[in-house]
Structures are given as C-alpha cells and as structure tokens.
C-alpha cells in the first residue's frame, strides 16, 4: 500500500490541525492503520493507531484526550485530529500501515508497520 501524508503545518501553541493520509494501491480496509512522529534528535515514536473496522482505537498517553484518529474506508483515507496542540508536539508526523492485526494495539514499535508515508511537519509555536 502507498501512502500520502498530508494537513501539517504551522499553529499555536492550542490550536488544532487535521493531518489526512490517503492510500492506494491494495485493499484499505485489511489495514491497521497507524500514525507516529518523530521530533529533532529524537526517535519515532507512537502517536495513535486505529483497527481495520475501525472499531478500536490506541493511543499514546502523551495525546489521549487531544488526538483522534479516524479512517473512513470508502475514501482510503485516515486523519488526525489534533486539538489543544503544545510545543512539544511538534514534529515530522508519519502514517504507517499494517496487514496483520498485531500492529494495532497499546504502544507498537515503528517496526510494527510495513508500509510508511513521507511524513508531514507539525510546528507549534508558543
């Protein structure tokens, strides 16, 4: 599956921003779909990810209760929400992609997912 990352930018520290992510080329629905970031000098770490109906969702505790994640299955394409935004939330935003149902769950390495994105830049001002 090929994904396109895509909604990053610019914003105040308690703004919001949606990032999409659309897919093509396999069947979007047989996928965990996930999102990860990566700040400066730091490693790739887990943000939310969502099961392929749709039905459960995970997220990292840093974001719980600011983040949503969301995918809609007729237009291969799965979002970020993200409200009340801070400083350290800035960072290269990637979506990533899995087929087995291991990927989803509480706190899944990046080596979980197969299939990335290229990565969008959130930067939060303060």
């Known amino acids: 599956v090929q994904l396109q990352a895509s909604g990053g930018g610019l914003v105040q520290a308690g703004g919001s921003l949606r990032l999409s992510c659309a897919a093509s080329?396999?069947?979007?629905?047989?996928?965990?779909m996930g999102w990860f970031r990566q700040a400066p000098g730091k490693e790739r770490e887990f943000v939310a990810a969502r099961s392929r109906s749709g039905g459960s969702t995970y997220y990292a505790d840093s974001v719980k209760g600011r983040f949503t994640i969301s995918r809609d299955n007729a237009r291969n394409t799965v979002y970020l929400q993200m409200n009340s935004l801070k400083p350290e939330d800035t960072a290269v935003y990637y979506c990533?992609?899995?087929?087995?149902?291991?990927?989803?769950?509480?706190?899944?390495?990046?080596?979980?997912?197969?299939?990335w994105g290229q990565g969008t830049l959130v930067t939060v001002s303060s």
């Open positions: 990533a992609a899995d087929d087995t149902t291991w990927s989803c769950r509480v706190s899944p390495a990046a080596s979980d997912f197969g299939s």
């Open positions: 080329g396999r069947t979007f629905s047989r996928y965990c």
